[in-house]
């Protein structure tokens, strides 16, 4: 099996910085067990005391949608829709980190990576050649033939100002500037983007897209993509001077 030398990480220090500048939250369970109680009480008293079952019933009812409506915007809040996207791009980074580890061995890869202001997703070294690799755990996704993405939104594709072709295409410039400062390397790198999320919507024309021949694929095709690559041969000495190189960094 391949050796990984760096695992996903620094999404876990985001969501930790996000929970450490929010309000601490109630458990939404227990803040729902609170709040029906308390209704419950207040109709009980108001039922008792008023003699009014109407008013009861339309209490009740206001109650319940009060209770609701606490809950949505506490659903809402910003911190934690930002935790949500955050946790839901683990998971797919998490998912391809465990693919690319089961590689054969031979390969050495490095995960959640700062290179020159760039955070690298994933990076493979083997045999086959250099991969930097960059991951979209979307629910849905949509590219033509230019390289042009789109997204789908309320019953229509709507074009990404920022492609993830273009995202990883700076990847790929960080890492040639790095490798060739530092070991004079001038090396063709393969662009890759993986969309993780195996229930997505996806619209997909080519698979390979400008800019740089970005290839896309599936996590279950990542393997085969990798190892059945052409044009580039590293010797196992080469792939452990690059991955070297690469985990001294501390830029």
């Known amino acids: 099996m391949a050796e990984t030398l760096q695992w996903p990480r620094s999404l876990n220090k985001q969501i930790i910085n996000i929970e450490s500048k929010s309000p601490k939250k109630s458990n939404p369970l227990k803040l729902f067990t609170m709040l029906m109680a308390f209704g419950l009480i207040a109709c009980l008293i108001t039922w008792l005391f008023c003699n009014n079952a109407a008013f009861t019933i339309l209490l009740l009812f206001a109650w319940i949608f009060i209770m609701v409506l606490i809950l949505l915007v506490q659903k809402l809040s910003p ?53 930097c690799l960059e991951t979209k755990n979307w629910n849905n996704a949509g590219c033509d033939e230019n390289g042009n993405w789109y997204r789908f939104h309320l019953s229509h594709w709507v074009p990404v100002k920022t492609s993830p072709a273009e995202q990883n295409a700076v990847h790929v410039l960080s890492l040639g500037r790095y490798l060739k400062k530092r070991l004079g390397l001038n090396i063709k790198i393969y662009s890759i983007i993986v969309l993780a999320n195996s229930n997505a919507k996806l619209n997909i024309a080519a698979k390979v897209v400008p800019p740089g021949d970005t290839l896309i694929c599936l996590p279950g095709e990542l393997h085969k993509l990798i190892l059945n690559n052409k044009g580039i041969e590293l010797t196992s000495n080469e792939v452990s001077e690059i991955a070297i190189t690469l985990v001294s960094n501390k830029t």
């Open 79 to 131: 911190s934690s829709i930002e935790s949500e996207k955050i946790l839901k791009g683990l998971s797919g980074e998490v998912l391809v980190a465990n693919i690319l580890d089961r590689l054969p061995e031979g390969w050495l890869i490095i995960n959640d990576i700062k290179l020159d202001g760039a955070q690298i997703d994933h990076i493979a070294i083997g045999p086959t050649g250099i991969f």
